[in-house]
T-cell receptor, first 111, second 115 residues
Framework: EAQVTQNPRYLITVTGKKLTVTCSQN?????MSWYRQDPGLGLRQIYY???????DKGDVPEGYKVSRKEKRNFPLILESPSPNQTSLYFC??????????FGPGTRLLVL | AQKITQTQPGMFVQEKEAVTLDCTYD???????LFWYKQPSSGEMIFLIY??????QNATEGRYSLNFQKARKSANLVISASQLGDSAMYFC????????????FGQGTRLTINP
């Protein structure tokens, strides 16, 4: 089954404790993105990647890092999480210009 | 700057009625794509329909159609014969920058279908 998977789905952590949210797609897509969703703000892009080893900042990259060492994986790293990074995070992938496929989302709470 | 505006924070519709969700966009790029996604209470983002800026005809996918009016920069979603399962949050989004796959989202419209 073609899909985008994210782990963990739910995470509660404390300020400053490094964490990684994994994202994997099995569709051989070149493009992958991370978004965060906050009430009243819709989804905003954090980082995106056009291929292996090619990444760039989106609209809200501060406090986040990404890497793209393999085509299928695009982990999101929070080196020192803060409460304002409490949010719902989505990973997405696409092959071309039409459809982006979203993962199931990761709900993060930073205390 | 690219922007998506959804002016209806919430809508209430009777089951089996048609519903139109409004979306206006702003971009100076002549090449762009418009998307609609559905987000049920479970949280996942479900792709509904896509319209390219150069497409001559309005996109349709089953009960979903996109009323694309390029001159007015609007891309309204029409759901025919609404069902209880259509109750969800709906987001309009625009793809900007060819090849970068960046989506700009509106704030969303919460649709509630009443029995």
């Amino acid at each position: 089954e073609a899909q985008v998977t994210q782990n963990p789905r739910y995470l509660i952590t404390v300020t400053g404790k490094k964490l990684t949210v994994t994202c994997s797609q099995n569709m051989n897509h070149e493009y992958m993105s991370w978004y965060r969703q906050d009430p009243g703000l819709g989804l905003r892009q954090i980082y995106y990647s056009m291929n292996v080893e090619v990444t760039d900042k989106g609209d809200v990259p501060e406090g986040y890092k990404v890497s793209r060492k393999e085509k299928r994986n695009f982990p999101l790293i929070l080196e020192s999480p803060s409460p304002n990074q409490t949010s719902l995070y989505f990973c997405a992938s696409s092959a071309g210009q039409e459809t982006q496929y979203f993962g199931p989302g990761t709900r993060l709470l930073v205390l | 700057a690219q922007k998506i505006t959804q002016t209806q924070p919430g809508m209430f519709v009777q089951e089996k009625e048609a519903v139109t969700l409004d979306c206006t966009y702003d971009t100076s790029d002549p090449s762009y794509g418009l998307f609609w996604y559905k987000q049920p209470s479970s949280g996942e983002m479900i792709f509904l329909i896509y319209q390219g800026s150069y497409d001559q005809q309005n996109a349709t996918e089953g009960r979903y159609s996109l009323n694309f009016q390029k001159a007015r920069k609007s891309a309204n979603l029409v759901i025919s014969a609404s069902q209880l399962g259509d109750s969800a949050m709906y987001f309009c989004a625009m793809r900007v920058i060819q090849g970068a796959q960046k989506l700009v989202f509106g704030q969303g419209t919460r649709l509630t279908i009443n029995p």
